[in-house]
Nanobody, 122 residues
Framework: QVQLVESGGGLVQAGGSLRLSCAAS????????MGWFRQAPGKEREFVAR????????YYADSVKGRFTISRDNAKNTVYLQMNSLKSEDTAVYYC???????????????WGQGTQVTVSS
């Protein structure tokens, strides 16, 4: 089992920045892919970014490329999502996920955090 706890969400003005954290515990993570997803009201959950614990194979959704950066700190078992130049359309609940397959689809992840709200005011 893997437990994931997100933090760092909040209210920010458009153009601002936030950094989300995802603290992982439980089984070893070396073989896992860590992903960030988001879900806005009335919309389906969508892929944002993913990274392997090894640090290789970083991938972003086109909508966040150049603005968001995913990274991990192996010593702290924590994955981060640095979000810059935030837009109102980035408003959503952001979820951290872990999975063996770990692609861009939510069903490729086995473990999920509880989510953290990000609200961008225009």
């Amino acid at each position: 089992q893997v437990q994931l706890v997100e933090s760092g969400g909040g209210l920010v003005q458009a153009g601002g920045s936030l950094r989300l954290s995802c603290a992982a515990s439980g089984r070893t993570f070396a073989s896992l892919v860590m992903g960030w997803f988001r879900q806005a009201p009335g919309k389906e959950r969508e892929f944002v970014a993913r990274i392997r614990w090894s640090g290789s194979t970083i991938y972003y959704a086109d909508s966040v490329k150049g603005r968001f950066t995913i990274s991990r700190d192996n010593a702290k078992n924590t994955v981060y999502l640095q979000m810059n130049s935030l837009k109102s359309e980035d408003t959503a609940v952001y979820y951290c996920a872990a999975g063996v397959v770990g692609g861009t689809q939510s069903n490729e992840y086995d473990y999920w955090g509880q989510g953290t709200q990000v609200t961008v005011s225009s």
